[in-house]
């Protein structure tokens, strides 16, 4: 891939989108800038449209991701996002969204999209990599995961307005520098 990103999870939704990433090379703002310019030229020519498709800059949140939970948590609300969105229902079950990476999940191991790391996820659920079956276990534990979308767990340094999703130790080794 052309970021070298690890892709965690995604859903996008009417108005905007989530995306769990992971970046070995740290290129966050060169990779959005052109996944956001790539996406917003192939979509445009596609329904031959112009101008812009997301307004604002994009948000970024710092995930700690090992072993902690927060990971689970943060790829668990991106998954049921089109949930709290509405956009299921009984006729419309969350496993058939196509613009989502949650049915990539519960797909075998051998059919899911390559570029999709689900292993870390997975194992976050206790879903050893490539256990056949797991779908279920992983259906019900998202489920069971997000309730309410609650903040617990965000640090918040006011002078960087910046966020982080982990522990208060792991948000202060991000603050620093």
């Keep these: 891939m052309k970021t070298g990103w690890q892709v965690h999870a995604y859903v996008l939704m009417p108005n905007h989108f989530h995306l769990v990433v992971e ?3 740290p290129n966050l703002v060169a990779g959005m800038k052109w996944l ?3 996406y917003t030229s192939r979509f445009n020519r596609r329904h031959k449209l112009f101008g812009h ?3 604002g800059r994009y948000k970024s949140l710092t995930v700690e991701g090992f072993g902690s939970g927060y990971l689970k948590s943060v790829c668990d609300y991106v998954h049921l996002n089109p949930a709290r969105g509405k956009l299921v229902t009984v006729d419309v079950p969350l496993k058939s969204l196509a613009w989502s990476s949650w049915p990539a999940y519960l797909l075998a191991p051998s059919k899911r999209p390559a ?3 689900v292993d870390r996820l997975l194992g976050e659920w ?3 990599q490539g256990q056949s079956g797991g779908t279920a276990t992983a259906g ?3 489920g069971r995961t997000v309730r309410g979308g609650g903040r617990r767990g965000v640090q918040t ?3 960087r307005l910046v966020s982080v999703w982990g522990r208060r130790r792991f948000a202060k080794s991000c603050w620093r520098g």
Excluded: N, Y
């Design 140 to 142: 019900a534990s998202v």
């Design 36 to 38: 956001l310019g790539t």
């Design 157 to 159: 340094d006011p002078a």
């Design 115 to 117: 570029w999709l790391r």
């Design 53 to 55: 498709l997301f307004s």
């Design 23 to 25: 970046t070995p090379p």
């Design 126 to 128: 206790g879903i050893p």
